[in-house]
């Protein structure tokens, strides 16, 4: 058997050490994800990921926070509404406690519940540490 040189070996074992993490996505990475004019992005549990939600920051124009009692524990699997004019433009379950959105320029009734629990806010575009607290 014809064995390819050492070198090569190395060279291609170190080319795929380094090569197959950026083609593979990373674990707990959030997904954008879009409803009618509403693109939102939700998680952050573990110190990690919500580190790395936090680096999309930029790229939102609201952002809002769930989380419960006075210490402001985080929450996860809250339903939530986005809705305008009475209108509901976006609903999903926030997969961490902190929830990003683009959404057109406007004031916004963002509602979860928790725990048979409902708790609402208004918030506009351009705030991005709104809380929805229980």
């Known amino acids: 058997m014809n064995l ?14 380094v090569l197959l993490p950026l083609a593979a996505p990373q674990a707990g990475a959030a997904t ?21 939600l936090q680096a999309q920051a930029d790229k939102f124009d609201l952002g809002f926070w769930m989380v419960k009692g006075p210490r402001g524990e985080y929450l996860a699997d809250v339903p939530v509404k986005i809705a305008q004019h009475g209108k509901t433009l976006a609903s999903f ?20 519940s928790h725990d048979g629990t409902t ?12 809380e929805l607290r229980w």
């Open 4 to 17: 390819p040189h050492p070198v090569l070996k190395n060279a291609a074992a170190l080319a795929a050490a």
């Open 32 to 52: 954008v994800h879009t409803q009618g004019p509403v693109q939102y992005l939700c998680g952050g549990v573990g110190e990690g990921a919500l580190h790395r």
């Open 93 to 112: 379950t926030a997969a961490g406690p902190l929830c990003y959105l683009k959404v057109p320029a406007g004031t916004y009734t963002i509602t979860g």
């Open 119 to 130: 708790r609402t806010i208004r918030a506009s575009r351009g705030e991005m540490g709104r």
